[in-house]
């Protein structure tokens, strides 16, 4: 592609014209001054510093995701058992750095753990939601950094979702319907048929053309393979008539006719990964990957990413116009500021009325405590005051029976001494 595009460059270096100043005078170029080397220094930039493709893989735990990845990067990725009982949705995120030649691809696999596990299926799609937006939301923060390396950043943005469908043969979930239509304005989404040997070729030929037919009824957008390059026009109009792709995936090696190749070894006989007449792997691989990876990359940043940013912006107080006149950053942020100041001004005033509220409520809860206090001290004294009359009343009580008893005594004493003298004299 460079060297054509160089030769052509050569061709056309004498037709090219360079316009300068208002005065629209015209300079020919006498011959190649260089510039037609600008492609290839593109291409030598990029290559040096790499690509990032991230895809994000949705489907019920057991369809294949793992092994499809394995399969499509001949790779043997780590990977770990998920069990069914997970009680919400979970998110797997794993990178690798991969060499194809000279080119070095940082590939980010991002997997649901659980996804459709659960008895209430509804909170199942907000985790992937937050997931994508949080994508979003880091670039879009190391972009309004004063000093920013986006040359050097690692992109985590999703470029696409592939959406395993299972293969019951009747219809797409009602999960599957309501999970990509809160996704298609976020990601570019591949529908694909899992394990797609588990049905016959009549019932899959069936199944797809059901599988379209509720995407289109239910207004999801879910990615067309580019027609506007004349260079894959053909292959990708060719396509877009093929999706969903029935794909296979196995970590199986066999030996077909000599040669080692992927596939899945049953009783009634072999499955080849790779052989376009047994499933639709070969397509997607080349879909996605040879054909089309780098729209997959620009539609993700030119389109989803441009959606997600502009709300965002908006959200902050940004605007390109107001009243139909254009305004400038500096605008923006002083207005932004007096907003932001207004509203701090705002919560202050009401911060200082509902703290002299909660004082004030504070003081008569107090006031009444001191009151129920003092009326208690009331009750208790004036109790006192009378359990203390009661008892010097029984005191004086106590007291002249004391007195009366000594004198009792005291005349019963006497009495008894009278009668003893006179005993004493009349036995004389």
């Known amino acids: 592609l460079g060297v054509g595009l160089t030769t052509r460059t050569e061709e056309m ?6 316009v300068l ?44 995701k793992s092994t499809l990845m394995d399969s499509l990067f001949k790779q043997a990725f780590p990977d770990q058992p998920v069990s069914h009982m997970l009680p919400e949705v979970g998110i797997s995120a ?21 996804y459709g596990d659960q008895i209430d299926k509804t909170p199942s799609i907000q985790p992937i939601v937050d997931y994508i937006n949080a994508q979003f939301e880091s670039y879009l923060q190391e972009e309004l950094k004063i000093k920013r390396d986006l040359v050097n950043y690692h992109d985590t943005r999703i470029h696409v979702c592939l959406y395993f469908i299972s293969p019951t043969g009747h219809s797409i979930k009602s999960l599957d319907l309501v999970c990509m239509k809160q996704l298609d304005k976020r990601v ?37 393979f580019p027609t506007s390059d004349d260079t894959v026009v053909d292959v990708n109009t060719k396509m ?8 296979v995936g196995s970590r199986d090696e066999v030996s077909v006719g000599g040669h080692k190749v992927r596939a899945r070894t049953y009783p009634w006989g072999t499955v080849e990964v790779e052989n376009e007449a047994h499933c639709d792997f070969v397509k997607l691989r080349e879909m996605v990957l040879r054909t089309n990876m780098e729209d997959l ?20 107080g940004f605007a390109d116009t107001v009243d139909d006149r254009p305004v400038s950053l500096q605008e ?40 129920k206090l003092h009326d208690e ?37 006497a009495q008894r001494a009278q009668n003893e003298l006179q005993k004493s004299k009349q036995k004389r």
């Open 13 to 18: 270096a004498c037709n090219v014209l360079r």
């Open 21 to 64: 100043g208002d005065d629209l005078r015209n300079l020919n170029l006498g011959g190649n001054v260089g510039f037609d080397s600008l492609p290839d220094q593109l291409v030598n930039k990029e290559v040096n510093k790499g690509f990032d493709f991230n895809i994000l893989c949705i489907g019920e735990t057991g369809c294949g």
């Open 94 to 114: 794993n990178t690798y750095n991969l060499h194809e030649g000279n080119v070095k691809l940082r590939l980010t696999v991002v997997s649901t753990m659980g």
């Open 188 to 224: 570019n989404i591949i529908p694909i048929i899992a394990k797609a040997d588990t049905i016959s070729r009549n019932e899959l030929k069936e199944f797809k053309q059901r599988v379209m037919n509720e995407l289109e009824n239910n207004g999801l957008e879910i990615y067309q």
């Open 240 to 247: 877009n008539g093929q999706l969903p792709f029935a794909v």
């Open 297 to 316: 990359r620009e539609t993700t940043h030119t389109k989803h990413y441009e959606v997600f940013r502009r709300e965002r912006l908006v959200q902050m």
């Open 332 to 371: 923006t942020y002083e207005k932004k500021r007096q907003e932001l100041f207004t509203e701090m001004k705002y919560k202050e005033e009401k911060m200082r009325q509902s703290f002299v509220q909660k004082v004030k409520e504070k003081e008569s809860e107090l006031k009444s405590a001191e009151q």
């Open 377 to 413: 001290f009331e009750r208790l004294r004036k109790h006192h005051n009378e359990e203390k009359k009661k008892t010097d009343d029984r005191r004086r009580e106590l007291e002249d029976e004391i007195t009366f008893f000594n004198q009792k005594k005291a005349a019963i004493q």
